[in-house]
């Protein structure tokens, strides 16, 4: 059955900003926050406490974590690698948190420098220490289609780092399609295997549409009874360490496609078209989305 509603998780501040090469000031980015939240999104990524040589761009996110204004009712996750990200996110008065992991050994030491098993293991200490503070731990599978440097990736892996981290106490697994790659039949073969392992109403899909199928993938997901989707307003963004992927799926694109299938999401989808002219106007060229395209002045 489809569900009754979803809940979007929107990335675009971190996982759209990310791979950007002009660092977008923390002014612009908290206004950006600010206008999702006022356009319906009650799940924002705001940003990443991770290492700034290796993602410049995130650098600024104490700054943008200070600024923005806060709402109630609304959730302002970040991006953790280890402990130390950790600290400075309980610092910045953040109550949830993302722990990123990859079913692709290559991808694993590329992006975190480290194996898959060894970033598991750092993890534990990370959960703990969230725990005794009162925050909450997401979780993230990349590569769960393919990978930039392994190519195919087993279901059996996707579904063995869904399963520890769940086991490990993430509320929540988002599984990656980093690079964009999938079909249908593999997103929904991939996703009934994983929910096999881990209860589907702690799953959330995390597409990026490189190929162009994030919302093909998506919609053949649904069905499993998927109901939290991760996207990026204007679809922007990448990550830096999966060279060609682009954005993920837009949330314009997707919204107009939940909404016109009778599955609300609570985001207002004329406010968050405007929402994402605001990021074309801050990344200085056009968001990829199709929506924006189609409604242009
Ligand atoms: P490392 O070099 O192995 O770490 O990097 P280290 O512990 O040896 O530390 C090296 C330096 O980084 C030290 O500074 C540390 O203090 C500092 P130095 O002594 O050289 O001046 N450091 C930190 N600084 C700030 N915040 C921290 C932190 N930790 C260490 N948390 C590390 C390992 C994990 C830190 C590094 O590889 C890293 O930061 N990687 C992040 C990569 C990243 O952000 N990728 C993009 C996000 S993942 C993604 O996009 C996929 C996703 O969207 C899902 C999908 O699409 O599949 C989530
Ligand atoms: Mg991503």
Redesign the pocket.
Known sequence: PLPDRVTIVEVGPR?GL?NEKAVVPAATKAELIDRLAEAGCTVIEAG????????PQMAGTPEVLAAIHRKPGVRYPV????L??LE?AIAARCDEVAV?ASASEAFSQK???CSIAESLERFEPVMERAREAGVKVRG?V??VLGCPYQGDVPVGDVAAVSRRLHEMGCFEVSL?D?IGRGTPGAARAMTAAVAEVVPVGALAL?F?DTYGQALANIHACLELGISVLDSAVGGVGG???AKGATGNVATEDLVYMLHGMGIPTGINLAALLEVSRFVSDAIGRPVPSHLAAATAA
């Open positions: 996982d990310q990443a406490f991770v290492s700034p040589k290796w993602v991006l953790v690698p280890n130390k990200g400075a990123f992006n975190i420098n993230y990349s590569c990656g980093t995390h990026h990550c830096p360490y």
